[in-house]
């Protein structure tokens, strides 16, 4: 896939002094992609059944830091990120509250006091 975006932005910049909108707007498309790959393979791939080493990672450190009795706040910039996330929590049996962009207000502050709680 990097190979693939690599080879599709040299041929968007091939022979031009300016990119378009458009290319340009698809050079962002291709940036993102790759962002959300490293993230996790199924964000890009839906049919993808592997796991990713950052969900891995997080979630030893979760296990970690649970028995240690700490709490976490996780951020992403992609809710499909957070999703997986989400899953993977609810699969080793984690209490958590889940905020996005979608939330309303009160919901929000609901949420918040039950995670300061």
């Not at 896939?1 to 707007?25: C, P």
Request: a neutral charge.
């Amino acid at each position: 896939m990097r190979l693939a975006a690599v080879t599709e932005i040299d041929s968007l910049t091939e022979g031009d002094a300016e990119l378009s909108h458009d290319a340009r707007f698809r050079v962002l498309q291709i940036l993102t992609r790759l962002r959300q790959m490293a993230c996790h393979i199924r964000m890009v791939d839906p049919s993808w059944t592997g796991s990713s080493s950052k969900l891995d990672v997080l979630m030893e450190r979760l296990i970690q830091l649970k028995e240690r009795g700490h709490r976490v706040l996780v951020f992403s910039q992609f809710t499909s990120h957070l999703e997986l996330i989400r899953n993977a929590c609810k699969e080793n049996g984690f209490a958590f509250q889940y905020l996005d962009g979608q939330t309303p207000p009160a919901q929000r502050q609901k949420r918040v006091e039950e995670f300061q709680a």
